[in-house]
């Protein structure tokens, strides 16, 4: 495997223990803070990002990988399933246990693939070809877009805490 891929799937991996390790100084009140109507709060983005992970990243992969042709793909409705799957009671603690199960999933899966599997490809109806390149590299944009959100909060906590509030 090529070093770009190898690094990547280093950073797939090294991005998910980043997001259990921010979690970890978050009050339930930051966790649960909606930011403005219609987003979804940091416990909500978690499991999103866990059910993105485990529901497509991993699933396409995974058929691509296995299928002698391209796999047809369905587009994920991300609004659709979080009305219908999300608990804002779920414990984080389950959210991030399953989310490193998935991410750890994702990388294994990975890592048993040689450079020519990384140009396979599902046909996703919106995207057209998704290749193992394109679904890694999503995966860990992903991954940092929301670990931004985590590491936003974790600032306004250090700068609180320097400030008196």
Partial sequence: MNKQHTLLIERLQDSAAQVADAVKGLSPEQLNRIP???EWSLHGALAHLRDTDAQVFVYRAARILKEKEPPVVASFNQE???RDHYA???PL???IGEFLAARRKLVKLLRGTTDKDWKRYAVHPEYGNIS???IALHAYNHTLE?????LD???TNL???ANGR
């Fill in 93 to 95: 603690k389950n959210i």
């Fill in 88 to 90: 804002a009671d779920e």
């Fill in 159 to 161: 700068l609180n805490a």
């Fill in 80 to 82: 659709e399933w979080s």
């Fill in 153 to 155: 909060a974790q600032e």
């Fill in 132 to 134: 193992i390149e394109y």
């Fill in 36 to 38: 403005k109507e219609g």
């Fill in 146 to 150: 929301h670990l931004r959100q985590l």
